[in-house]
């Protein structure tokens, strides 16, 4: 019997966030092979004159670009999108974007404060896009009305990213402790997909729509800046990734040539023995796109990850949206990570929250934005 009659109605509900047999099939035919993801190819790091930085807060050259990134939201061709799938199990086993981060406020309502703020400060609406998953997206959605978070100024709309189904490592269905199906998401990688399966991606370019901001709902530091928004347009990309200077010990995508073409390089797939070291900035999850370069399909690789689930190996296969820049021309500016000025400063666990307390508190204050918070967000 085919294993994939037994979907129950309730799994059958994967259907709207993009559950597809074909890929799932596929699936089932990589899972008994081990991936060799390393790159193939000449390696090289981006050279430093091809990382230009961010200008400094109170530099003529920030001011220029802050008032250039202005009138392109004034004249409504910029969206933001916050990215806030995945499975709700890294927060404590709830959806990160709705738990408090500052005082009353959730992460998500920072970041609406902080696009709200500009909206005002420039007098032009800017749409903002939430990529939930089946795992998120009713708690969000309901986040979003409880604290009538869509407005004028900020209208907003949640979209689903795709789903899959979790594989047993000999490729068959994975049943967890209570017997029942185990569906996943799919990785960040489903952006461009989900934006245009959910026809979030239309609307936007059709009302005049050039331009999207995309940020983890976890990094509180990523707000939207004008200046930012400028410098992607000068620089003449069709993506372009914040990079921050590497810590030790700091792991993740860094920026490199592979035959000569700029692009995310994942930390899993440098080949064995390449030193990352030579490369002194990584990859922060916050990219600007040009909407019409996105508007295509893309042949993003799915990567073969296994994970726990009650104990047991099982088998998910997940894509990243950095590897966007694999296929449209990119450019990557260096940020801060630390001071008001700060870029990067994402809350994996829930000590971070008290970790970073004061730096949250100065990058919401930060002289970026004049944020315009209700008393319950404060």
């Known amino acids: 019997m085919d294993p994939l009659k037994t979907l129950d109605a309730a799994l059958l509900a994967l259907a709207s966030c993009g559950f597809d047999r074909d890929t799932h099939e596929s699936f089932v035919a990589r899972a008994a092979t081990a991936s060799d993801n390393a790159v193939r190819g000449q390696l090289a790091p981006v050279p430093d004159a091809q990382v230009p930085a961010l200008p400094p807060l109170g530099t003529a050259e920030r001011e220029r670009l802050?008032?250039?990134?202005?009138?392109?939201?004034?004249?409504?061709?910029v969206g933001v999108v916050v990215l806030a799938g995945g499975m709700a199990t890294r927060f404590g086993g709830v959806v990160k974007a709705v738990v408090p981060a500052r005082g009353a406020a959730s992460f998500l309502q920072l970041k609406h404060a902080d696009i709200a703020a500009?909206?005002?400060?420039?007098?032009?609406?800017?749409?903002?896009?939430?990529?939930?998953?089946?795992?998120?997206?009713?708690?969000?959605?309901?986040?979003i009305a409880q604290h009538a978070l869509s407005t004028a100024a900020v209208p907003m709309t949640v979209f689903p990213q795709l789903a899959a189904l979790r594989l047993g490592v000999d490729g068959s269905l994975f049943h967890d402790a209570k017997g029942e199906l185990s569906p996943y998401a799919t990785g960040h990688?489903?952006?461009?997909?989900?934006?245009?399966?959910?026809?979030?991606?239309?609307?936007?370019?059709?009302a005049g729509g050039t331009t999207l901001c995309m940020t983890n709902v976890d990094n509180?530091?990523?707000?939207?800046?004008?200046?930012?928004?400028?410098?992607?347009?000068?620089?003449?990309?069709?993506?372009?990734?914040?990079?921050?200077?590497k810590l030790p010990g700091a792991v993740g995508g860094a920026p490199a040539l592979l035959?000569?073409?700029?692009?995310?390089?994942?930390?899993?797939?440098?080949?064995?023995?390449?030193d990352q070291d030579q490369i002194k900035v990584f990859n922060t999850n916050t990219l600007i796109l040009d909407a019409a370069a996105i508007d295509r399909d893309f042949a993003l690789p799915y990567y073969r990850v296994e994970k726990k689930v009650d104990g047991v190996t099982v088998l998910q296969f997940e894509r990243l949206v950095g590897e966007l820049t694999a296929f449209l021309p990119s450019r990557f500016v260096q940020v801060e990570q630390s001071g008001p000025d700060c870029r990067?400063?994402?809350i994996k666990e829930p000590e971070d929250l008290e970790r970073h307390r004061s730096l949250i508190d100065r990058v919401v204050t930060s002289p970026r934005a004049v944020r315009q918070m209700r008393p319950d967000e404060v």
């Open 259 to 274: 035959d000569g073409v700029p692009q995310i390089i994942e930390g899993f797939r440098f080949p064995r023995g390449y």
């Open 220 to 245: 509180l530091g990523a707000t939207l800046d004008p200046a930012m928004l400028a410098l992607h347009h000068e620089l003449g990309g069709a993506v372009t990734v914040e990079v921050v200077r």
């Open 118 to 143: 500009v909206a005002t400060q420039v007098g032009a609406p800017i749409p903002l896009f939430v990529m939930s998953s089946f795992a998120t997206h009713d708690v969000i959605a309901a986040h």
């Open 66 to 77: 802050r008032l250039v990134g202005e009138q392109l939201i004034r004249e409504r061709r």
């Open 189 to 206: 990688g489903d952006l461009t997909f989900a934006l245009r399966a959910s026809g979030t991606l239309k609307r936007f370019r059709d």
């Open 344 to 346: 990067f400063l994402p």
